[in-house]
Each structure stands twice: as structure tokens, then as C-alpha cells.
DNA sequence: TAAATAATTGAATATCATTCAATCCTATGA
DNA sequence: TCATAGGATTGAATGATATTCAATTATTTA
């Protein structure tokens, strides 16, 4: 048996989906290329950056989900963007953005398990320019990317 | 001129797209078959719950995002799962999580601006139960839904 | 080891996205 | 008010794709 479920998450996590004009012109009683010429502008426009598959995370091996709040020490402080995308490559991060008030960034992050979330933190959170890290442990998820669980 | 774009955007925020079994079977170089019976799969099992677009927030009227942190009176306590769902409900909210440690929720917001965020903090998030309200703003996002930004 | 169940796959079909050209609408300026 | 240009809408035709089906192979179970 081929082990295609691990490659197909992967691709389909981020991408390769295409929405469905058709139903779509159904739905809303339109004409199926007026949706397209429209569809297409969104995209355009930048307005849409892809489709994507939205995963039940506890079944494809992402079952502990942590919010991260990290301060910066005062080097980088300047030009917090480049460990931010430092931190975007990781495929673990849901999310990541630069915020206001006592921390200056707030990860998401999915691992399989809290020993897997330790080695995470170990790994690649806690490098030169992080002066402090606080976890908000997910216990459980009501809502994700606009999808209600 | 109709205006389909805000219908569109609706109804592709959470739902109506579809995997692109052709180009997986491409890239992958594995009979689209196998990948559409692999796929079906893993949305029989639960693991996919859907497909949707993904998209720039400041470019379809919610430039501002933040992430609220809340903390819930007594009473609330043994049933914050209540309080959750109904949050869950909001369009404006991404997501919503019950965390461990000074708080018990966090919600992530989209808005169009500050002033319609804090309308919707008024009216939607200060609710009996909820004692505390902490506000992240998000300055700059680097990654979203697992997409660089 | 046999039988049952699950997974893979090519061929055929049904559905769908996309292209194209014609038409319509809207904004702009004389 | 009218003419014009660019954008938006749409039906018909096409090309591409998802899906179904049946046959085969692999894996699990008894």
C-alpha cells in the first residue's frame, strides 16, 4: 500500500483546491461565467490567495495546538519581520503576527503532542533574540480559519 | 452591474471549493483514481472538513485583526464551552479557543478598522460572563491559515 | 491458509471550468 | 444630452476534469 494520505495533507494544507463555479452558480442563481469573470478578478486583485482544504488537525497527527507569545530582545526589536519570517517557514505555524502591548509576537502552533510542542519550543522558538516565551495551551478548539468544529 | 463579489466572498470564506485531483496526480505522479479514492477517504474519516479560499482580509474589508483575550466570571467557569460557541457564531471571528492559564479564551477577530472593532467589542464580546478583555493587535501578518503572507 | 476487506488502477462517462464573441451597462467628458 | 471607452454580463462551444465502474492487487482477519 502506498502512503499517499501523508503527501496529499501536505499539498492540500496550503493549496491546490479550486472553487466550485457550478455549485456556486446554482447556489446564488447566476450564470456560471459571470462567477468566473469574477472569481478570476478576486484573484486578480489579490483579494483571494488560494484555496485550500481545512483539516480536522487531531486526525492528521496535529492534535496539541499552543498559542505562543514571545517578546524580542531590544537587537531585534527594530526589525521584528525577520525572525517572523523566520518563524512562517516553519510548517508546525499556523500563524504569525506582530502585535501590540507586553509581547511583540503571537504564534499558532500545531504538533502532534506536548512532547512534540517541547522539542518545537526547543528547536526553533527559543533562538537568539527571544527573550521570553509564554504558552496559551489550546484545550479546546471551537472555531478555526472561519470554520465552526 | 451586480454585486456578486461580497456573495462570493461569503460563501467561499468557508466552503464551495474542491481538490484539484488532476494537478495532484501531476505532481504526485499517481493515477488521479488512486488519489480521488485516497482523498474521499479522508474526508469520509473526518480528517478534511472542507475547502475554501483563502484571503487578504485588508483587501475584502477587514483590514484590522486582532486577537482578545478573555477571562470569564465564576459562574462561567465549568461551562465556557457555552460562551465559546456563541462567539463561534460571529463571521468577524476566526477562530476560538478555550486555553489554559491567566485567561480562558482567545478569540481571533477580522474587522474593517479599529472603530468597527471596538462596536464589536461592545456589542458582541463585553456579554455577562466575561470579566476581562485583553486586546493583541495585530500589527503585521507574516502567515495565516498556514500561508505566507 | 483461506476468506474477507481495503486499496489501486485503466477505461468510460458525466460534469465542469474555461474560452470566445456578442451584448449590455456604467462612467466620463464634450 | 449624447458619444465613447472600458468594464461587466452572458450563452454557446470547447477542453479539461471529477467521478463511476469493474477488474486486479494488496492487506488484514479469522
Redesign the pocket.
Known amino acids: 500500500?502506498?502512503?499517499?494520505r501523508q503527501k496529499l495533507v501536505e499539498q492540500l494544507r496550503t493549496g491546490n483546491c479550486?472553487?466550485?463555479?457550478?455549485?456556486?452558480?446554482?447556489k446564488l442563481k447566476?450564470?456560471?461565467?459571470?462567477?468566473?469573470?469574477?472569481?478570476?478578478?478576486l484573484e486578480r486583485e489579490g483579494a483571494i490567495l488560494g484555496y485550500k482544504a481545512v483539516f480536522d488537525h487531531r486526525k492528521i497527527g496535529g492534535g496539541f495546538t499552543a498559542f505562543v507569545l514571545l517578546t524580542l530582545s531590544p537587537d531585534e526589536y527594530g526589525d521584528p519581520e525577520r525572525l517572523a519570517n523566520e518563524f512562517a517557514k516553519h510548517p508546525q505555524i499556523e500563524s504569525v503576527d506582530i502585535i501590540t502591548g507586553d509581547w511583540e509576537l503571537i504564534l499558532k502552533v500545531r504538533t502532534k503532542d506536548q512532547d512534540d510542542y517541547f522539542e518545537f519550543v526547543k528547536k526553533v522558538i527559543s533562538k537568539k533574540g527571544v527573550t521570553k516565551i509564554k504558552t496559551l495551551t489550546s484545550l479546546r478548539q471551537m472555531k478555526s480559519e472561519f470554520v465552526e468544529l
Chains 1, 2 share one sequence.
Do not use: G, Q, V
Not at 18 to 26: D, N, S, V
Not at 30 to 41: A, D, G, R, V
Open positions: 500500500m502506498k502512503d499517499i479550486t472553487p466550485r463555479i457550478a455549485l456556486l452558480a446554482r447566476e450564470p456560471s461565467t459571470t462567477l468566473h469573470y469574477n472569481i478570476k478578478k
